[in-house]
């Protein structure tokens, strides 16, 4: 058995396992991820944070001075970017008084990241990029799903306002046509207007399921929503089953605002 330090954190409700790794000594196999992110035999979590300098990632080629967030689905499957893990990663590292700098290098890219007064975080979330329609399937019911890049893939279903969000079973995993739009999968999220600028959504990703919140999947699902009202660039709340986030759309880019807690650090074991 191996043993390794964690600690565990969430953004609103989205939750996450963190192993610190500065020199890239203890790389984690999907089996790794699948048994710290089970919730009945390992700590629990939607994915799991590694916190490696980027001077070890080959493929990076940017500062390697930088932290790379090396983000893991909990069915260990790798992920190009979160928003909420991406919050609770810098927290992690200022609480161990390890952020050298307000930057964050993930897999879509560098990543500028800021403290508000009130004790939030803001997060560059990069690029947005609307796309066309793809058709998605629950359990039977269909609708038309607009495709949105926030460094990962997701397909947006904009739902009229009223709409009984809890009735949908966003636990199952929706299917899409075509199917080859996403040969890696997306990440769905199901929307409703709860006001000119507010909404609300539920969110099936890709490698976790149904979570209690997904950064990009907000940025996502405020950007398809603002191009679908007319309401341009601005800030737009989001209210995910896991609490409340805002988004501050630009010409292209996002940023991400909301809360990051850590609730325990401790020690546990690995199968060889």
Known sequence: MRRIRFAKGHGTGNDFVIVADRHNTMPLSANDVRTLTDRHFGIGGDGVLRAVKAEHIPEWDGDPDLWFMDYRNADGSIAEMCGNGLRVFVRYLIENDWLNQP??????????VQVTNDGTFTVDMGEVTLGGTVEVDLEGRNWSATVVDVGNPHAVVLLDEGT???GLPVQQQPRWQPSEAFPEGVNVEFVVPTGERSIALRVHERGSGETLSCGTGVVAAAAAFARASGGGSGSYAVTVPGGQLWVSLGDQRATLTGPAVLVATGETSLPD
């Open 164 to 166: 009984d969000l809890a």
């Open 103 to 112: 930057r964050i290098a993930t897999r879509a890219g560098e990543r500028a």
